[in-house]
């Protein structure tokens, strides 16, 4: 069982939150996040890379010279690979780097990640986090006073809520996220996660388990 402080957005602590990691994952599988973080990080290749085979590149067909008699190795098309201005030999085609790993094992993996985030003391909680209006200057504000500021962070709410993420956005090293988007890379990612008390309760109920 961790005893994880709640803090206000002046970083003042206004209480305790009781939690077992075992709530959120029996055990951590290892092989499970790095199967899920190399799956997220597969599926965010481009996969544009190209570069032109010997019948793509500009050039002509005919013979270069004769093939026996003139002392020289034979030589064909201009467009060969050995030639300076010819196609690759090996050549780069686009390829759709994606797969996906079954939903459970999904869901399990993210479950795991929040656990090890509580285990490890990475996570931050919050009693409450809402802004009248988008204002990065005042999230900026609750990370400094969170000491959060000199850190990767992402910051895990109950649900979506725009005038967060528009103040959390512009911030180079804080990300945002509703609890129902969350997954294993986004959550192991940053150093810390800093996550509302409601948000961390909505995890803790079995029903609400995120893809």
Not at 14 to 36: C, M, S, T
Not at 52 to 77: D, P
Not at 98 to 118: D, E, F, V
Not at 122 to 150: C, G, N, W
Request: glycine content about 6%.
């Amino acid at each position: 069982m961790a005893s994880i402080p709640i803090f206000n957005r002046a970083g003042n602590e206004v209480g305790r939150y009781e939690v077992d990691p075992a709530d959120f994952a029996p055990r951590i599988n290892k092989q499970l996040l790095h199967d899920a973080v190399v799956m997220y990080q597969a599926n965010q290749r481009q996969g544009s890379a190209k570069t032109k085979a010997r019948n793509e590149v500009a050039g002509s067909t005919r013979k270069l010279f004769r093939q026996k008699g003139t002392g020289r190795a034979r030589a064909g098309s201009i467009r060969s690979g050995i030639r300076r201005g010819g196609g690759h030999i090996k050549h780069k085609q686009p390829r759709n780097w994606g797969y996906r790993l079954p939903r459970k094992a999904l869901q399990s993996a993210t479950r795991m990640a929040i656990a090890s985030k509580i285990r490890d003391d990475e996570l931050v909680l919050i009693d409450e986090l809402s802004f009248a209006a988008p204002k990065t200057r005042d999230m900026a504000a609750v990370l400094k006073a969170l000491k959060l500021d000199a850190t990767s962070v992402l910051v895990a709410t109950e649900n979506y809520d725009v005038n967060t993420y528009k103040s959390v956005r512009n911030l180079a090293q804080a990300s945002v996220s509703p609890v129902c988007e969350l997954n294993a890379y986004a959550v192991l990612k940053p150093r810390r996660l800093l996550i509302t008390k409601a948000a961390l309760e909505s995890l803790r109920r079995p029903t609400e388990e995120p893809a």
